[in-house]
């Protein structure tokens, strides 16, 4: 009987193990098996049996004790036992793969994902058969910058700019600015607040600073109404040489106040309480010139179109600064006032009644002869119109001296003017020759009565014009009488 082709194959093994040494599966000293050799030499296919060594018509068992097979024997050199575990093949080029026995032959496979290595300047296999320096970003080294993030790429560590607007916290800076640097800034609004509305906060090149608004600009922080130039809201507006803020015009009304002049020139307004004039008219509004009659208290008066000695004095209760503001002519506590009868009056003006006599407001005009208001002129009350006292002065216009024995001036009792009394002289004494005319005198009713003509006393004649010789010093002082001077009595005698 013929063996069949695998009958033949196995003796053939087995003759090859026999010559050889084989000992499961280890190396055998052959210098035509490997046992570690992976695969199965040309003997070993699917023509094995079928050679010209291994027909159907020879009786030979192909065997050869050469441990070759040829022509149908079986060739210890050209035959690899194969493989039972992975252990029995070579060990990987590449650290990231291991060895694999699979169907009794050698291969490789790659490591897992992640597996620990350290050639090709690695650290990790990438599933692939390769040490690499990653296989994910997490793998790289943290960045320096906060701005930059690590990256693998195809297994090699790198770095990538954060996108603008990032967080980041390196070199006093806040925010990323897309090409890996961490700034201050990316626009103005990334800058902090002033804090006021004179100044805003200012991005450049990534550095935050500040900008100022203009000198003139409304702002309305820190109690200020206008922006002074150098990012301060200020209050002090109303000299700094510009319309600003709320004024009407240069430096003058709104918060300014009553400013803005009406001359030299004219300047703006909106209303009277801008201007000094308090008139604010015209189109376009302009501060008016001040009148007595603008209805506005403006210019020197002290009330509406009143007072300050330009316009016409002011009534009772209007304001005033002195009396010649007030019609009354009394300016009381700031106030133009009037008085009640019996109180102590310059002018008509004054007093409630109307009537000013006397010193006092009076109950009435108290215009008769030598009346009075006044109770030192009458002894009456103060204000009660009566007849003065014998003696006192006459009013004004009343009892004018006309004569010499005509009114004195002064009133007489029951209110009359009084008359030059009867020892006032009315006409003087005359002496011619010996005749002596005495004084007149006045009667006390406005009469002068003459003296009567006399002879000179003591038979003398006249000394001169007004008087006689009281004594002789010759006959010739004496009358025609008496013509003999003694001159021892000094007498004129018989």
């Known amino acids: 009987m013929r063996p069949s082709l695998r009958t033949l194959v196995m003796l053939s093994c087995c003759t090859v193990v026999a010559l050889v040494g084989c000992d499961d599966g280890s190396s055998t000293t052959d210098a035509g098996t490997d046992a570690g050799a992976p695969g199965v030499d040309a003997g070993r296919d699917a023509s094995v049996g079928e050679d010209a060594g291994l027909d159907a018509g020879s009786g030979d068992s192909g065997v050869s004790t050469d ?13 690899d036992a194969g493989c039972a575990s992975p252990a029995q093949c070579p060990a990987p080029a590449s650290e990231c793969e291991v060895a694999t026995c699979s169907a009794g032959a050698c291969g490789t496979a790659p490591k897992a994902t992640g597996t620990t290595c350290a050639s090709s300047g690695g650290h990790l296999c990438d599933g692939a058969g390769a040490c ?119 430096d003058c009304g709104g918060s300014c106040g009553a400013t803005c002049q009406s001359a030299g020139p004219q300047q703006k307004c909106r209303g009277g309480g801008d201007c000094l004039s308090g008139v604010c008219s015209g189109a376009p509004l302009l501060c008016q010139v001040p009148t007595c009659s603008d209805t506005v208290r403006n210019g020197s008066e002290t009330d509406v179109d009143c007072g300050g000695g330009l316009c016409p004095s002011c009534g009772v209760g209007h304001v005033c600064r002195l009396n010649g503001d007030c019609g009354t002519n009394l300016c009381a506590g700031g ?51 009566a ?108």
């Open 67 to 79: 441990g070759g097979v040829d022509g149908g024997s079986v060739d210890a050199g050209a035959v």
């Open 335 to 385: 106030t133009c006032a009037s008085l009640a009868q019996g109180q102590a009056c310059s002018s008509n003006a004054q007093c409630q009644t109307g009537q000013c006599v006397s010193g006092v407001c009076c109950g009435s005009a108290c215009n008769g002869t030598c009346q009075a208001c006044s109770f030192a002129q009458t002894g009456q009350p103060n204000g009660t119109c």
């Open 132 to 250: 690499v320096a990653c296989v994910q970003n997490a793998d790289c080294p943290a960045s320096a910058n906060d701005c930059t993030a690590p990256t693998c790429q195809a297994g090699v560590c790198g770095t990538a700019n954060k996108a603008a607007g990032a967080s980041c916290a390196t070199s006093g800076g806040r925010l990323c600015d897309g090409a890996g640097a961490c700034v201050a800034c990316l626009q103005n609004a990334d800058c902090p607040a002033t804090g006021t509305t004179c100044a805003a906060g200012l991005c450049s090149a990534g550095v935050c600073g500040t900008a100022f608004v203009a000198a003139g600009t409304s702002c309305n922080d820190h109690a200020g109404v206008v922006c002074d130039g150098a990012g301060t809201c200020s209050a002090m507006h109303c000299a700094d040489g510009l319309m600003d803020a709320d004024e009407t015009d240069v």
């Open 387 to 494: 007849a003065q006292f014998a003696g006192t002065p006459a009013p004004a216009g009343q009892c004018s001296p006309t004569t010499a024995c005509g009114f004195t001036g002064t009133c007489g009792a029951g209110g009359t003017c009084a008359f030059a009394n009867t020892a006032t002289v009315c006409a003087a004494a005359s002496c011619s020759g010996s005749t002596l005319t005495p004084s007149a005198t006045c009667n006390g009713s406005g009469t002068c009565t003459p003296g009567t003509a006399m002879p000179c006393p003591g038979g003398l004649l006249c000394a001169n014009a007004t008087s006689c010789k009281t004594t002789c010093l010759t006959n010739a002082d004496c009358q025609a009488s008496t013509p003999t001077c003694n001159t021892t009595t000094h007498a004129c005698g018989p």
